[in-house]
């Protein structure tokens, strides 16, 4: 699964690349996409192979920060968190109600977890693109993972990319409320995995 979701996404920016490059676009959003998918690098979201995550929770956080480091302005990576929720798949219909929605947010959230093979799946759903491009990145770092290894992370991504200092006061409570919940499915899993 993970070789054809690779080859589909290898597949994907070979097209768009394509497409920029025969309309001589010069427009911000393409030169932002050239910047970022360098012929000696490409980031694929982990939510899109984190079937067997391949990494680990450090080496995702620091690929993310290296992704922010191509953006000089808040603007352009405020561009880029809405680029991300683009790409977040949806969260099953019937789970945006009230018991998966996440208290202290802004914007409404909701957020779901499965523990398969030992290791907890998030999936999520926001009405706020921004608050989307968040929970996304905060997927790519914690799904996947085992509950005791999401428990002892330390999401330093957040300070270094600057997303804690450019956040409003309410989307800033709303992010700690989105990791605050997380860590909670994490824990009630790792409680039920240690009875």
Request: charged letters at 25%; proline letters at 4%.
């Amino acid at each position: 699964m993970r070789g054809v979701l690779l080859r589909i996404s290898i597949l994907n920016f070979g097209l768009e690349f394509a497409r920029l490059r025969s309309t001589g676009s010069q427009s911000p959003a393409a030169r932002r996409f050239t910047r970022r998918f360098s012929l000696k690098r490409m980031t694929i979201p982990e939510f899109a192979l984190n079937d067997n995550p391949v990494m680990t929770i450090n080496e995702t956080q620091d690929r993310i920060i290296d992704d922010f480091a191509v953006f000089g302005e808040w603007l352009d990576k405020y561009n880029y968190l809405i680029e991300l929720s683009a790409s977040l798949p949806p969260i099953d219909a019937g789970k945006r109600t009230d018991s998966y929605a996440i208290k202290g947010c802004q914007s409404r959230v909701w957020v779901d977890a499965e523990l398969r093979d030992g290791r907890v799946y998030y999936s999520a759903e926001s009405d706020a693109i921004i608050t989307k491009g968040i929970i996304a990145l905060l997927i790519q770092v914690l799904s996947g993972h085992t509950p005791r290894e999401i428990l002892d992370a330390d999401l330093y991504f957040i300070d270094r990319i600057g997303l804690g200092e450019n956040l409003s006061p309410a989307r800033a409570n709303g992010l700690t409320a989105m990791i605050r919940q997380m860590k909670l499915y994490a824990l009630a899993f790792d409680s039920a995995q240690n009875k």
